[in-house]
Nanobody, 125 residues
Framework: QVQLAESGGGSVQAGGSLRISCATS???????MAWFRQAPGKEREGVAK????????YTVDSVKGRFTISPDNAKNAMYLQMTNLKPEDTAIYYC???????????????????WGQGIQVTVSS
């Protein structure tokens, strides 16, 4: 059983930075992990994904160059470093995981099995 827990969210002004963390327990090797976000009134969307074995990463175009996903294998954690934040980045951010050899090609909610409770990130203008 895989358990995920996000931390580090909060409020920041536009242009600022924030790092959110995902602590994992019970994560087996061969896991693909990802960050999703959901803004009020909108669908949950994928932000970034990482293959914990191969180390490959992917970020969506809307955050490319501003957000970086990274693992901390020693701590069984995953991070999302967010820089140059914009008001449109305001959302609840979710950590997700799926046990498989490679990450799903598409960053879709339905492809991930395990989810954290989510954490609020608010960017003010």
């Amino acid at each position: 059983q895989v358990q995920l827990a996000e931390s580090g969210g909060g409020s920041v002004q536009a242009g600022g930075s924030l790092r959110i963390s995902c602590a994992t327990s019970g994560t087996a090797r061969g896991a693909c992990m990802a960050w999703f976000r959901q803004a009020p009134g909108k669908e949950r969307e994928g932000v970034a994904k990482i293959n914990l074995v191969q180390g490959g990463t992917y970020t969506v175009d809307s955050v490319k160059g501003r957000f970086t996903i990274s693992p901390d294998n020693a701590k069984n954690a995953m991070y999302l470093q967010m820089t140059n934040l914009k008001p449109e980045d305001t959302a609840i951010y979710y950590c997700a995981a799926v046990i498989r050899d490679s990450c799903p090609y598409l960053l879709r909610r339905a492809d991930f099995t395990y989810w954290g409770q989510g954490i609020q990130v608010t960017v003010s203008s």
